[in-house]
């Protein structure tokens, strides 16, 4: 079975610097793919930022960006610039294997940035 | 953009009573997924539709049923709700074909007394 791995359960940042949540990955499938995604208090899960395994550059989407490194089997979310509304809860996320369709997510990393 | 919506953001029911969830997605998307989210536990899948009509069932499908009569629509009915079942629900849609990137809704926050 897939396994996604968050190691920091919660962290502090200071307004405007960057940040990098971890994420580590265990996985069966030759070719998958890792996502982001960021959960306010409100509830609703909102997809950032996706690599794919065979992707050839690192996944760069406004602010955020992936540092994939294949080798190590991570793939960690760098948040540049931090921003008060970047408090949330950030999940990682891969596909759940055996060809099927659903997600396996890790426990999250609870963000809370400081003014 | 993608628009998943759900029929409620908060949801108080009773022991017993059948529930239904209601989802829709404005996005001609092929698939749909319900998960649950629970402290400690994460997030899991518990159907999901490739179809209208389609479905199969996920990580923790036991105590659930799910319909699709239309393309935009997946609703998750409880039979008949127990106390664990007191949890987040999200649903999710995405493209058709395999491992397209899923778009959730804003979630439903049941509790069961």
């Known amino acids: 079975a897939q396994k996604i791995t968050q190691t920091q359960p919660g962290m502090f940042v200071q307004e405007k610097e960057a940040v990098t949540l971890d994420c580590t990955y265990d996985t069966s499938d030759q070719s998958y793919g890792l996502f982001w995604y960021k959960q306010p208090s409100s509830g609703e899960m909102i997809f950032l930022i996706y690599q794919g395994s065979y992707d050839e550059q690192n996944a760069t989407e406004g602010r955020y960006s992936l540092n994939f490194q294949k080798a190590r089997k991570s793939a960690n979310l760098v948040i540049s610039a931090s921003q008060l509304g970047d408090s949330a809860m950030y999940f990682c996320a891969t596909y759940s294997g055996g060809g099927a369709d659903g997600l396996t997510f890790g426990k999250g990393t609870h963000l809370i940035i400081q003014p | 953009d993608v628009k998943v919506t759900q029929s409620s953001r908060y949801l108080v029911k009773r022991t017993g009573e059948k529930v239904f969830l209601e989802c829709v997605q404005d996005?001609?998307?092929?698939?749909m997924f319900w998960y649950r989210q629970d402290p400690g536990l994460g997030l899991r899948l518990i159907y999901f539709s490739y179809d209208v009509k389609m479905k199969e069932k996920g990580d923790i499908p036991e105590g659930y049923s799910v319909s699709r009569e239309k393309k935009e629509r997946f609703s998750l009915i409880l039979e008949s709700a127990s106390t664990n079942q007191t949890s987040m629900y999200l649903c999710a849609s995405s493209l058709g074909g395999r491992r397209e990137t899923q778009y959730f809704g804003p979630g439903t926050r049941l509790l069961v007394l």
């Open positions: 996005m001609d998307h092929e698939n």
